[in-house]
Every structure is written in structure tokens, then in C-alpha cells.
């Protein structure tokens, strides 16, 4: 399991020990922070990662867990002698409720693993959208540089083929003109030289793109044929 948040509340002498001895039982578990009430701003800054346990006797319970259910934030909740279990599911409809027993942590410990499993895939689909978006992106601006390509090309040749017939007036042009055609003339060479490798790189991002949709094909023939 990749190493998730369980931030513990705690009141100090509730279940917490429990549930981290259960959790920390295991080969690779989730990083575990207990604390108090006082510091429930940490959970508030919790990564997508996070799973909030809220301890059975953690001051101004209510307080806390009304502002985790604002805060959307994955919450589990051990019973203690006094709630109302009702009461509770009714206030805070995404709250998951656990006994104060053996049975009830070893319960919390495996549903808690559950739901980590689920906020890593949550936060590996969020992350590929996010560089699927920018690949997008990025896809977008080199297809508008190919479509432009030809249109520039030309204006460029127009360029190129001004300043050379304008250089071949050697004698009826300043020396100050011809230093600056000279110029437009050597910009406008770096500039089809870039146009070029533009081209180049769409070529080779086609042969790429076949290459791999070969690969591709081949494999999903090997699979099937294996099959």
C-alpha cells in the first residue's frame, strides 16, 4: 500500500493506542498522527490521502466533526458511552461509526484500509488528468504551429526574396541600409531554418506515433493469439 495520512484525534486516553497498534501491525500501513483537538487544523491541510479517526472521547466531538463533514474529509468516529449512534448518522451522513471494542477497531483498522485504497486511486486519477490536460494543451498549441506553418512559410519566402533582390542593388543603397537588410536577411534564414525543424519534428512525431500503434497492434495480437 502506498504510504497514506491517518491523522488519530484523541483526548488522550481513549482507543487511540488500539487503533494505532492494530494499524501498525501490519507490513505497510499508513503514516499515523495522533492528536489532540486542539491541533485539528492539521487535518484541514490533509492531502487527498487522508483518513480523520475521531477518538471516543475528543472534546466538543460535535464541533469536530461538523467541521470535518464541511471540510469533506474521509472521517471515521469510535462510539463513546454517551453518543447517540442515530443522532449522529443523521447529523453527519458521510460519518463512518465504530464501536469502542476489539471488534469494533479491528473493523475501523480494515475499513480504513478500504477507503485509503480509494483516496490513492482518487489521487493517481487526478494527477493523470491534470498531465493528460496539460499533454492537451501542449497538443493544442503544436497542432496551431503546424496549421500556421504554411502560411508563414510564405510570408517568409515574400521576406527572403525582397531582401536578396534589394541586396543586389549594391550601388544605389546606403551602406547603413545595406548592414540592416543584412540583418532581416540573417533573421529571416534562422527563422526557415526554425520552420524546418518544425517539420522535421512533425515527421518524427508521426514515425513515433506509427511506431507505437505498431507495438501496440502487435501486442494485442500476442494476447490474443496467447489466448
Known amino acids: ?9 484523541s483526548s488522550g486516553e481513549d482507543a487511540s493506542l488500539d487503533i494505532v497498534g492494530r494499524w501498525q501491525e501490519q507490513f505497510e500501513g499508513p503514516n499515523i498522527t495522533v492528536l489532540s483537538k ?7 491541510s490533509a492531502a487527498l490521502q487522508t483518513l480523520v479517526v475521531v477518538g471516543p472521547n475528543v472534546e466538543q466531538k460535535e464541533e469536530v466533526l461538523h467541521t470535518l463533514e464541511n471540510r469533506h474529509i474521509p472521517t471515521f468516529c469510535v462510539l463513546a458511552a454517551g453518543d447517540n449512534l442515530s443522532t449522529l448518522l443523521k447529523r453527519y451522513p458521510s460519518l463512518l461509526v465504530f464501536p469502542d471494542s476489539l471488534e469494533g477497531t479491528d473493523a475501523l483498522v ?6 485509503l485504497l480509494r483516496l490513492i486511486a482518487e489521487s493517481r486519477i487526478e494527477q493523470t488528468e491534470a498531465n493528460l490536460q496539460n499533454l492537451n494543451s501542449q497538443a493544442q498549441l503544436g497542432r496551431y504551429i503546424i496549421d500556421i506553418r504554411h502560411n508563414f512559410n510564405n510570408c517568409l519566402t515574400a521576406v527572403l526574396g525582397n531582401a536578396e533582390l534589394l541586396l543586389m542593388e549594391n550601388g544605389n543603397l546606403p551602406a547603413h541600409f545595406k548592414d540592416q537588410l543584412d540583418t532581416i536577411l540573417s533573421m529571416a534564414l534562422r527563422m526557415h531554418q526554425m520552420m524546418q525543424r518544425l517539420s522535421s519534428l512533425e515527421t518524427e512525431m508521426q514515425f513515433a ?4 500503434q505498431g507495438e501496440a497492434k502487435s501486442e494485442k495480437n500476442a494476447y490474443v493469439s496467447g489466448s
Open 1 to 9: 500500500m502506498e504510504r497514506s495520512q491517518v491523522i488519530i484525534l
Open 110 to 115: 480494515r475499513m480504513g484500509n478500504h477507503v
Open 209 to 212: 506515433d506509427r511506431h507505437s
Open 38 to 44: 486542539g491541533h485539528l487544523a492539521a487535518a484541514f
